[in-house]
């Protein structure tokens, strides 16, 4: 069974543009979580979505959004990027957090680096 | 708001010791995780624990649940190089989120 699997692995941008990552989640779950990972904050939960819809969010601009397909993948989009933006990205599948003893699976994130 | 607190946040120990790092939480939550994470890569589920009094064991590692104190432990047992990394507990309420992270270095 393929893991979670996110694209691209390394990112290079410059202030004030955007850019969007992708997550494939492991077939079958429904659920896709987006976390910020940084030196100083550590892991910072962005938001998740299930069946396509937004199910919670956390204090992050509105910069960042994100969408969930049919197919479970999810995408993720920062506007106007700023120095701060620099981070590890990762993404979190589950089928939904339903079911006991469920946990999530992360994907290897992408390193996203703002010059 | 759920606040989740680990420590201590950097550990550097002796191979053989025992130690335990601490998580604790702001509301109530009867759903913790323990991960743990290898320099440039990416999290590894540990543990689930779900009820108060839970208790569960792999390998070098245990980790135990008091909801009503809300604390949760990770207790190492006779510690080994491999262990070396970093160690995340994650609470459970309307979303997963994260304490800061334990850095454990273990000195051969």
Known sequence: KAGVTQTPRYLIKTRGQQVTLSCSPISGHRSVSWYQQTPGQGLQFLFEYFSETQRNKG???????????????????????ELGDSALYLCASSSGRTATNEKLFFGSGTQLSVL | ELKVEQNPLFLSMQEGKNYTIYCNYSTTSDRLYWYRQDPGKSLESLFVLLSNGAVKQEGRLMASLDTKARLSTLHITAAVHDLSATYFCAVEDDKIIFGKGTRLHILP
């Open chain 1, 59 to 81: 204090n992050f601009p509105g910069r960042f959004s994100g969408r969930q397909f049919s197919n479970s993948r999810s995408e993720m989009n920062v506007s106007t990027l």
